[in-house]
């Protein structure tokens, strides 16, 4: 069995459209959807945004579970201009599968930074950059890696880029998305929006390439079962 988690469903719904015999069961007070990629059983879970929902998902999901290995998938912000928008990364530091190739998608090789809240600012990307030798940011990664090295589950994380220093967000992240609720505050997006007509077209922008990002995602997980699996 194959674990793969998200942070939240907007990243995986392109993924779980692939599943076959999909079903859902809550797990203490989440859910986990499982279902099968070609004979390959999977359990997908969404982890939260951010260390301490993460953290509390991880550690109900992981127990009494014999999986072979876990993917940590999702979204990340790139850190400079080397990445863009659509580049599909695997973070090096936090994988320990050796993949076999060829590969079908074109992946990045690359560390990847686990951030304490969202990254926004050109200088506060480059500063990272600079700081931790890492081309992308996420929020989750870390604690991922951490309850795997606590069950000796071999791990393998992939990243798809949605912003970068010159692919910027159209909006603040706290406008974008509420960590405490887990959530976007819709109204407070709408009045954000209505203040800031110049802001659309970039929204716009953004919408496509999460939805880019989203099959891009998908497709990556798919091709590394198959070739874990092979």
Known sequence: MIAVTFALPAESAAFLHLLGEKSRRECNGFAIISGKIDNHEIEVLHTGVGEKICRQRMASFLPDRQFSYLISAGF???LTDQLHAGDALLARNFSTIQLREPLTCPFHFADLYTASEMIDSREERERLA???????????TKFIGRACAEHALPMLSLRVITDTPSEALPAPPNVLFDVMSQRTNLPKLAAFFLAHPDRVPRLIQFARRIARARKT???GIVDIVRSIEA
Do not use: S
């Open 76 to 78: 990340a912000g790139g």
């Open 130 to 140: 600079q700081v931790t030798g890492a081309a992308a940011v996420d929020m989750e």
């Open 217 to 219: 995602l998908a497709k």
